[in-house]
């Protein structure tokens, strides 16, 4: 079982800037762990970053055949990528939106994601935990879609 996790625009300075909000960790100490978890769960995993919007499309659009399961944290895009919600929804593929922050006790523009909708469910204000509670949820699901097809 392949999962594909994605990471949005701005995560590759997760560690270095906005520590207060995001914490110290950066983004290959996140990678570290899932690759870390997922060879526990016998489960192989591709770990990816962009900053550009039709970068992530076409990873989604890539994912079918490849990939049993999508995490992904859209990052800002969550608030405002019809592009990404369309390509989540047209892969067909279970997907789980995260997010380190609690985007929901927040600012009112990030109460809104246009990409949680076509994602199974969103795992959101847990910091780096939330990676790997969005990759058990995703092998639970992948091990569920296999059992229904
Ligand atoms: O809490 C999350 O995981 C977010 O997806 C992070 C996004 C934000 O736009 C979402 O509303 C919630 C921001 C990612 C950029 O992270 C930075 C890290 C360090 C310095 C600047 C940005």
New binding site residues.
């Given amino acids: 079982m392949r999962i594909l996790f994605i990471n949005g ?3 590759n ?2 560690g ?3 520590t207060g909000i ?1 914490g110290r960790t950066t983004l290959a100490e996140i990678k570290k762990r899932v690759l870390q978890r997922a060879r526990a769960l016998r489960v192989q995993v591709d770990f990816r970053q962009s900053n550009h919007e039709g970068e992530l499309v076409d990873l989604i659009g890539a994912a079918p055949g490849r990939y049993s399961a999508i995490v992904i ?4 895009y ?2 405002t990528s019809v592009a990404l919600r369309d390509a989540i929804a047209a892969v067909g593929l279970p997907a789980v939106e995260i ?3 609690n ?1 929901h006790a ?1 600012e009112d523009f ?1 109460h809104r994601s246009l990409t949680a909708p076509v994602c199974v469910g969103q795992i ?1 204000g847990f910091g780096p935990l939330s990676y790997l509670l969005g990759l058990e949820a995703a092998v639970a699901l992948a091990k569920n879609a296999g059992k229904q097809s």
């Fill in positions: 625009p701005n995560l300075l997760l270095r800037r906005e995001y944290n859209p990052a800002a969550t608030h997010h380190l922050s985007i927040r990030r959101c």
